[in-house]
């Protein structure tokens, strides 16, 4: 089966006065249809970026400069803006983190969806608007019949992420980049919309790359994991794997890093140190100043994604011909 | 020597004069100023003829063009007025009074507006009410309107005769009414901000008296933005002014500003001698620009949060 | 809807009370009314007369209640300069200067919104570098600089467009328009953009600084990452949200047209009231000052009225009681 989305040695650079920044540095990962695919890390560790350059809406003086971006194994990394204009929304949804701030508020939502189905699908004004009334539905907007003609102003903050998912989704893309979908939410209303999504995803045979830090939503939802650190890839693998029996030292330290349900604990593991700025990566592995199993490799040569058994990992004590493999810590069972 | 180099050297190493030397616009402005300042300033030693000696005027001498025009005259570098007055040196004349009333009128709007607005914004109630409604009034017209309806009552409330002798405080008062609203609103609101922090509070409960605090303590933290807008409002100022006397409601015809000259000059656009407005209105647009550059720019570079 | 417009009608009333008041004020104690319209000769009793026909031996209240049902009436007695009745006056020189604060409005708006669009779009054009430039000395150069410039470069130099007046008007009614005859139109061009050019500047300013920060919002972000096209994307979204603030102060703008047509009707000697109002000024003729003043009040404080309509047809966030709970 074809990927519906295959990012392959992304690179994007910014160029600054002071030189030329590298936010992204060597992404690769394929959705499949109907696939969820989480991407986790730090602020900063470029997942953001990341759905930015696949919607091809970077902002300056951020560029792709080098790498593919493929939509059903169509190049779309290279097209020009009004091409790139008609297959967003249309082939490709963008759901953005802070509902408060989305929604034009001088606008009713359903004027925003009907504008939006209007500008993407061969149907008229009235069908557009029973539409619209079918979605606000979908998302469980109570009395949507009435409530599509309110402003954005009128909605509370779960209510407004509805609507924008809604607002994403209308006409009916096979591939959702969500960008923190959750994080601005208040803690009762973020399951709901995630269980929405989810739903939704599966209902539509959908695709969606999940970016969050909620390591929480994550297990929930996704079915694979990336786990990104100064502008590359750590780890990429089945959810289940990653979150439970994580290989690359860096995932080790985030999921240590989250407080077990089960169980007391006193201290919380924490990760000496912070991720380098994107003018200061350091030599070979970025992660190597604050890993606990550095050895002399790891700050010279960089390493690619290297087989681990259930992930694929960026980290030398997965190859065998290192000096130093493994330790039984991170091998798991 | 080195009590004065200490300071020089301060400000030569300071973010502001970095910044300064880092904007060819605002070292240009700068020039233009300091060259306005010296050149009206120093105007009875520096200016080649003196425009109010009648003495020395003789009408064969009127309507030259400039210098470099075919009739023009060396002693007349921008050539002569009606009544045969070196242009150059009634601009210098005139600048010096254009500046006189332009500062004059920011210095008297700034200290009622500063003063109205720390009253405003430490008393607070129905103080604060009364003086910020009257302000919120007063924004509502434009200042050349409030400018011109304060000259015209003091115009009528006045004997003619006393008029003329107080013309030049008068268009001072004019213009230094009509702009206090926009100091006495960031210096409140900037107050406001003040009153709360905790060194104020400390102030008080050592037993220091709110005219104290509010001079000692409060003031210095609102003279950055008081600072940018004076700077912007003189550039506004010189316009007043200049407006004003181009109506002929402003400085009295014996003390001609740029304005005045500009009104004079006026009259013989007509007939082709557009020298004598031509360039004192160009001296005024280099001043103001000039003002008003320097104002952007000092607002940029301490950027206190106007608007 | 109607309580809102009552409202702002209820919020108006003070202002205008107080610009009332400084004119009653004017009107009652600047200068000696009585001592103008008596002339030189007079005897002690036609004084008394005068005085207490003009009801000045009433009380303050009393005085101020008649001052404010005549002003209501239009009624503002007798110009001292040229001894017409100022209602009179006024309405004989309104039609010029509304016609050229219309027309002034009109070039700073459309022309101004236009070109503070282009230069928040895009930014980084030469054009809109070389707009902005312009734009600076726009706001550099005092308006009657502006009229004299315009005045040597088209009518002395070129002899294109005539330098003063209204050129031909047509009477309808008690209206003199200048908007049909060919002179009339002429005789507009040069006075309307001296007028709107500086508030051209400043709407243009206000539009690019406003363009920009919307241009930044998230909701924008979002219209693209839907697809929408730019037009839509620039007009339909960005623009819109950039009006809201807009509206506010380029109303206040257009309001100051009415006061800077003093000006621009002395520079081009506009018979309109702006030009009645400096002669007026310079020789203290009070009634005439007093009257203006309130009808400027009048038309600023209808101006904001309109502008707070026009805020709350495009901002549905101000129309309260609407919603429908969360």
Redesign the interface.
Known sequence: MQPILEVRDLRVEFATRRGTLRALDGVSFSIMPGEVLGVVGESGAGKSMTGAAIIGLLEPPGRIAGGQILLNGRRIDNLRYEEMRRIRGKEIGAIFQDPLTTLNPLYTVGDQLVETMLTHLPIGAAEARKRAVNWLEMVGIPAAAQRVDSYPHEFSGGMRQRVVIALALCAEPRMVVADEPTTALDVSIQAQVIALLKSLAREKGMAMMLVTHDMGVIAETADRVAVMYAGRIAEIGPVRAVVQAPRHPYSAGLMASIPPLDRKVEHLAQIEGAMPRLSAIPEGCAFNPRCPHVFDRCRAERPELLETGATRAACWLYDPASEKQAPEALRHA | MAAILAPLGRLLDSDLFYSFRRSPVTVVSALVALVCLVGAGLAPWLAPHDPFDLASLNLIDAFKPPAWMAEGDATYPLGTDDQGRDLLSAIMYGARISLLVGICAVLFSTLLGVGIGLAAGYLGGTVDGLLMRIADIQLTFPSILIALLVDGVVRAALPQEVHEHIALFVVIFAIGISAWPQFARTVRSSTLVERNKEYVLAARVIGLSRPHIMLTHVLPNVLGPVLVIATLNLGNAIISEATLSFLGVGVPPTQPSLGTLIRIGNDFLGSGEWWITIFPGAALVAMVLSVNLLGDWLRDALNPKLR | MAAFILSRILQAIP?ML?VAFISFA?FTY??DPVAIMLGQDFTEAQRAALVSSLGLDQPFFVQFARFIGQAVQGEFGLSYRLSRPVAELIAERAPATLELAFCAAGIALVVGVAMGVYTGLYRNSWLSRALLTFS??G???????IG??L??IF??WLGWLP?FGRGEVVQLGWWSTGFLTWSGLKALVLPSITLGLFQLTLIMRLVRAEMLEVLR???I??????????R?VHF??AL??TL?PVITIAG?QL??II??A??TE??FQWPGMGLL??Q???V?D?PV?AAY?LL??LV?VSI?LAVDLLYYA????LRVG???G?
């Open positions: 202002v107080v004017m600047v200068g600076l000395v706001v550099s150069l005092p308006p009657f600089l004299i410039l005045i040597l009518s002395v330098s919002t998230d909701y972000k979002f219209a693209r990452a839907r697809g929408l096209s730019n839509a339909g979204h819109k949200n809201v206040l309001g100051g006061a800077f003093i000006v002395t520079v109002f400096i007026s000024v310079s203290a009070i000052m003043l400027i009040a600023f904001n495009v901002d549905p966030r609407r919603g429908r969360h």
